[in-house]
């Protein structure tokens, strides 16, 4: 019985050390061969007492079993481990002509990314809508009045057809998702957007991230701790958050955030033209107006929305100051992201 025990532990430590299947091989031989250690167990039979041969069989019986089953899963293992060495090895040789013409994600698309990460994060779920609108869903449902400026020819782009433009903000998004009537909406509505505005900080294209949240019993405290929170986890800094009175038709009250300024952290630069702070976003309690104009009592729910321009909070992550950048598909600019 000592024997099966030592040979058990002999056979353990020699499979251990083994790296390669040559030495599998002559592990096997050493012990369930013709005459390996295990075989040879068998022919001891006759030298044990005859009420003891069968218990003593029985247990050779299963020392072979288990051998059998260590070195097939050593085997195993030895093959994986040979497959991922040559896949290492190979894998390296054939990315090499590969690697001078891989791409990767625009600066813009990771800053939109990053921004729906962090809201995905607090439950928010993205909505998208299309970039030829109802003017009705861009302006007249979101409160905003038939003589605002925003409608004049100088500042949208409209298309030939009767009741239609290029939206001007992601906000015809809060409609769309509103008219659905399913509620609570925790929603945020990223996409392209086009006014009629060109200098070195302004696009007649660019990209917002529209949010909303309607529930029952949604105060500002919500909005300013979703707005704060979110900043904080952007820019990766616990930065100061100002909210400034401010008027948009759809929101009421509402507030422009200002964070303290990321380039010269409050003193005063050009960037923040020496006042310290940054204008990073658009903000209010969903105007009562918005929310009747999408059927929904606004008595029992009330609502929070933001907007933000993409193209400005990454040109303040990266520290870029000019917008065209952006758009020039300059390699040279492209590769640094
Ligand atoms: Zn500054």
Not at 7 to 24: G, N
Request: aromatic share 10%; proline share 5%; charged share 30%.
């Amino acid at each position: 019985m000592e024997d099966l025990t030592s040979i058990k532990e002999d056979l353990l430590r020699d499979l251990e050390s083994a790296k390669d299947l040559q030495a599998l091989a002559e592990i096997k031989a050493k012990y369930l061969g013709k005459k390996g250690l295990i075989s040879s167990l068998f022919k001891r039979i006759r030298e044990i007492p005859p009420e003891e041969r069968k218990s003593f069989g029985q247990k050779v019986n299963s020392l072979k079993e288990e051998a059998e089953k260590l070195i097939r899963e050593r085997e195993r293992s030895i093959k994986e481990q040979q497959l991922q060495e040559k896949l290492k090895s190979e894998w390296e040789d054939l990315s090499l002509p590969y690697d001078r013409s891989l791409g990767h994600l625009h600066p813009i698309t990771q800053t939109l990314r990053r921004i729906i990460e962090i809201f995905r994060s607090m439950g928010f779920q993205v909505e998208e809508g299309p970039e030829i609108e109802l003017e009705d869903y861009n302006f007249d449902k979101l409160n905003v009045p038939k003589d605002h400026p925003a409608r004049d020819m100088q500042d949208t782009f409209y298309v030939n057809r009767e009741g239609y433009l290029l939206r001007t903000h992601t906000s015809p998004v809060q409609i769309r998702t509103l008219l659905k009537g399913e509620l609570p909406v925790y929603m945020v509505a990223p996409g392209k957007v086009y006014r009629r505005d060109d200098d070195p900080t302004h696009s007649p294209m660019f990209h917002q991230v529209e949010g909303l949240a309607v529930d029952r019993e949604i105060s500002f405290r919500h909005m300013k701790f979703v707005i704060e929170s979110f900043l904080k986890e952007f820019f990766e800094k616990d930065l100061p958050v100002r909210l400034r009175s401010s008027y948009f038709p759809f929101t009421e009250p509402s507030a422009e955030v200002d964070i303290g300024c990321v380039i010269c952290g409050g003193k005063g630069c050009r960037v923040c033209k020496d006042t310290g702070w940054l204008e990073v976003m658009g903000c209010g309690m969903v105007h009562p107006k918005v929310l009747e104009n999408c059927g929904i009592d606004s008595e029992l729910y009330q609502g929070f929305a933001f907007g933000m321009g993409v193209e400005r909070l990454a040109m303040l992550l990266y520290r870029i100051d000019n917008i065209k950048l952006f758009y020039e598909n300059n390699l040279r600019f492209l590769e640094q992201f």
